[in-house]
Every structure is written in structure tokens, then in C-alpha cells.
């Protein structure tokens, strides 16, 4: 079975702080995705990186990067130069390749609320 | 087509009335997702179509919730009976495929509360 585990519930920064957020993730696929989303206050999730297993490279958008280390089953997404904008909760999750009825459904970790303080 | 829609925004019902839910994905999406969300967990899993086939569905999804997307194109989630514990944010998600073609666009949720 698929899980996705972010340990961190709450993490508090000063606006301009670099952030990382944890995540770590089991399953017995050999492929598969893992994505990160943002839920703002508003409530709707948005969709920030995919990333197949098969792709270690690190990724940088902007003030965003993620770090992918299968060795560790961990895929971490740090925010440099946090804005007030950026207070969100954040969900990683993963998505089955093997083709079968559950592919493409999302299994999301329990979620990380981050606030940027002024 | 400015992205998912999901009608109602909010639902609020008494124990043992049915509630039907509406999404409209992306127009060329053929994936159709639905989620359920408690306060301070992660989305789960309730059931997804391809097209007009429902292919799986969570052990989450008792009797008492029925899943349709006619025509492949929206899709309505009803729960006859509701109770209580029913009261949560149901999401909707479209994809345009799975795995690299797998980006989950979601709506804006529908909120229950189930007096």
C-alpha cells in the first residue's frame, strides 16, 4: 500500500526565512509520481511539480525547488526567501504507474501549514 | 474553460437527507477524480472515472454514495442518508490522462455539514 508521510504539521517563518518541507514516501512501485500541491486559504489545491521515479534531478522554479532522493524515499520542497504569500498548507502525494485500475489515483501526506509572518 | 467547477460551493442538510454534487471538469480532461477532505488531513481517495467508466473505488465509498458521469462529460456524487460524519469538503479533480499526463486540476470543493 502507498503512504506519504509529512511529519511536519506546522512550521512558522519571518518572511524572507528559507523553509523546507519533509516528505517521505512508501510504495512497492518501481514507477510512479510524486507531486507537490499548495491549498491557500481559498481552499483550492494548485498544482506545483510532478516528478517521475525515474527523474532524480533536482528542480528549481523561481524561489521554489524540490529535491528528490530515492535512496530515501523522500522528496522535500524548500522555499527560498518565504513571502507572506506563501502561507498555505502543503501536500505532497503519489500517484501509481503500474497501469492497473488504481493508476493515476493520489495518495496525499496529511498536509503542512506554513505561515509567513511579516 | 477556466478550469474545474464544482456546484454547490456549500450544503448544509440534516441526518438522513440525500445530497447530490455536481462537477464539470476541464473539457478535454477524460479523467474524473473524486476526494473527500476532513479538517487538517490530506485529500482521500473516493473514486475516479475514464471517460464514462468508473474503474475504482475506495472502501471509503459505502452504499450510501453513488458516483455517475454520463456521457464522460460532468460527473454527480450523491449521498443518500447522510450522517454526520459525512460533513467534510468534497473535492473534484480532472486529468487529462495518467502518469506524465497525470496533473490533477481541482475545483474549488463542495462543503458539507451534516447537522
Known amino acids: 500500500a502507498q503512504k506519504v508521510t509529512q511529519a511536519q504539521t506546522e512550521i512558522s517563518v519571518v518572511e524572507k526565512e528559507d523553509v523546507t518541507l519533509d516528505c517521505v514516501y512508501e510504495?512497492?512501485?518501481?514507477?510512479?509520481?510524486l507531486f507537490w500541491y499548495k491549498q491557500p486559504p481559498s481552499g483550492e489545491l494548485v498544482f506545483l511539480i510532478r516528478?517521475?521515479?525515474?527523474?532524480?534531478q533536482n528542480e528549481i522554479s523561481g524561489r521554489y525547488s524540490w529535491n528528490f532522493q530515492k535512496s530515501t524515499s523522500s522528496f522535500n520542497f524548500t522555499i527560498t526567501a518565504s513571502q507572506v504569500v506563501d502561507s498555505a498548507v502543503y501536500f505532497c502525494?503519489?500517484?501509481?504507474?503500474?497501469?492497473?485500475?488504481?493508476?493515476?489515483?493520489?495518495?496525499f501526506g496529511q498536509g503542512t501549514i506554513l505561515t509567513v509572518h511579516p | 474553460d477556466t478550469g474545474v467547477s464544482q456546484n454547490p460551493r456549500h450544503k448544509i442538510t440534516k441526518r438522513g437527507q440525500n445530497v447530490t454534487f455536481r462537477c464539470d471538469p476541464i473539457?478535454?480532461?477524460?479523467?474524473l477524480y473524486w476526494y473527500r477532505q476532513t479538517l487538517g488531513q490530506g485529500p482521500e481517495f473516493l473514486t475516479y472515472?475514464?471517460?464514462?467508466?468508473?474503474?475504482?473505488k475506495s472502501r471509503l465509498l459505502s452504499d450510501r454514495f453513488s458516483a455517475e458521469r454520463p456521457k464522460g462529460s460532468f460527473s454527480t456524487l450523491e449521498i443518500q442518508r447522510t450522517e454526520q460524519g459525512d460533513s467534510a469538503m468534497y473535492l473534484c479533480?480532472?486529468?487529462?490522462?495518467?502518469?506524465?499526463?497525470?496533473?490533477?486540476?481541482f475545483g474549488p470543493g463542495t462543503r458539507l455539514t451534516v447537522l
Open positions: 479533480a480532472s486529468s487529462l490522462g495518467a502518469g506524465e499526463w497525470g496533473e490533477q486540476f
Open positions: 510504495t512497492r512501485d518501481t514507477t510512479y509520481y
Open positions: 516528478r517521475n521515479s525515474f527523474d532524480e
Open positions: 502525494a503519489l500517484s501509481e504507474a503500474g497501469g492497473g485500475t488504481s493508476y493515476g489515483k493520489l495518495t
Open positions: 473539457s478535454e480532461h477524460n479523467r
Open positions: 472515472f475514464q471517460n464514462e467508466a468508473q474503474l475504482e
